[in-house]
């Protein structure tokens, strides 16, 4: 993956066009496609990190198959340290 601020389409698996619908609902009016590809690249390294800790957690649990439930369990540990 390309260094954070050298990024293009081939970093990015969410879509511009989808990230631009996205903040269409939010009511932005307009947004260039780099805006929507800095938006799709930081939200997919925020999904990566999720997943992974969420794996640690299905690892612990002695399953290889990440759950619902192991992603509720990280979110929630996220949550309470963004509350300290």
């Known amino acids: ?3 954070k601020d050298e990024i293009d389409a081939e970093d990015v698996q ?4 989808g990230i631009k619908q996205i903040a269409q609902d939010a009511g932005v009016d307009r947004m260039s496609k780099n805006a929507a590809l800095r938006i ?11 997943a992974k800790a969420a794996h640690i957690i299905a690892q612990s649990s002695g399953r290889k ?5 192991d992603i509720l369990a990280v979110k929630e540990v996220v949550d309470e340290v963004d509350n300290v």
């Not at 969410?14 to 066009?17: A, S």
């Not at 799709?40 to 999720?50: D, G, K, P, T, W």
């Open 14 to 17: 969410f879509t511009p066009y």
């Open 1 to 3: 993956m390309a260094p």
């Open 65 to 69: 198959t990440v759950k619902e439930e």
């Open 40 to 50: 799709a690249f930081e939200q997919q390294r925020e999904v990566q990190s999720l």
